[in-house]
């Protein structure tokens, strides 16, 4: 089965600065990669997603995000953090045995 | 639309208690899943359904958990008996594909058993 790996617990990032969090899958084949964001007290709204095709996605909120095959991994970026962006952030990964896996989720500080 | 919409927000209850969550999905999604979210276990799938169908329980933690699925606008978690270990948000997401599309999720049920 499919895992996700998210090293990040917590990250505390500068309103204004960039920001990359980070994702690490394991998979036997092409895996269905996506990044979701849940604010306090809210469900998980989905950021961006990737299936096939171009490895540097964009996303809602100025989110991008890149698949790295040789890394396993699907990093989350964004190039100036807001204040609004406080939040926890999920790395989930699909398969073709219709499961999905979500990662334990990065919690976002933004310092003023 | 509204968007998935979940019932009871919280529910404070007894060690013991039957407790009943409910969700109403998206209109016109045909997958419904449940999802249990804690701090030592992080985002869990319970179950998930498609056109009413149950079609994977693996996730239940045991019997005394039970979902159903009696309309494609309506779905029923059910803790017969509660336990304090079952405390949890409780999330309820619907989809119209089972991967390729997003999973739309509602806000939870914050479920506290005493």
């Known amino acids: 089965a499919q895992s996700v790996t998210q090293p990040d617990i917590h990250i505390t990032v500068s309103e204004g600065a960039s920001l990359e969090l980070r994702c690490n899958y394991s998979y036997g084949a092409t895996p269905y990669l996506f990044w979701y964001v849940q604010s306090p007290g809210q469900g998980l709204q989905l950021l961006l997603k990737?299936?096939?095709?171009?490895?540097l996605v964009q996303g809602i909120k100025g989110f991008e995000a890149e698949f790295k095959r040789s890394q396993s991994s699907f990093n989350l970026r964004k190039p100036s953090v807001h204040w609004s962006d406080a939040a926890e952030y999920f790395c989930a990964v699909g398969s073709n045995n219709n499961d999905m896996r979500f990662g334990a989720g990065t919690r976002l500080t933004v310092k003023p | 639309d509204a968007g998935v919409i979940q019932s009871p927000r919280h529910e404070v209850t007894e060690m013991g208690q039957e407790v009943t969550l409910r969700c109403k999905p998206i209109?016109?999604?045909?997958?419904l899943f449940w999802y249990r979210q804690t701090m030592m276990r992080g985002l869990e799938l319970l179950i998930y359904?498609?056109?009413?169908?149950?079609?994977?329980d693996s996730g239940m933690p045991e019997d005394r958990f039970s979902a159903k699925m009696p309309n494609a606008s309506f779905s029923t978690l059910k803790i017969q008996p509660s336990e304090p270990r079952d405390s949890a948000v409780y999330f309820c997401?619907?989809?119209?594909?089972?991967?390729?599309?997003?999973?739309?999720f509602g806000p939870g049920t914050r479920l506290t058993v005493l």
């Open positions: 209109s016109g999604h045909d997958y």
């Open positions: 997401a619907s989809s119209l594909w089972l991967i390729h599309n997003e999973q739309f």
């Open positions: 990737y299936f096939s095709g171009d490895t």
């Open positions: 359904f498609n056109n009413n169908v149950p079609i994977d």
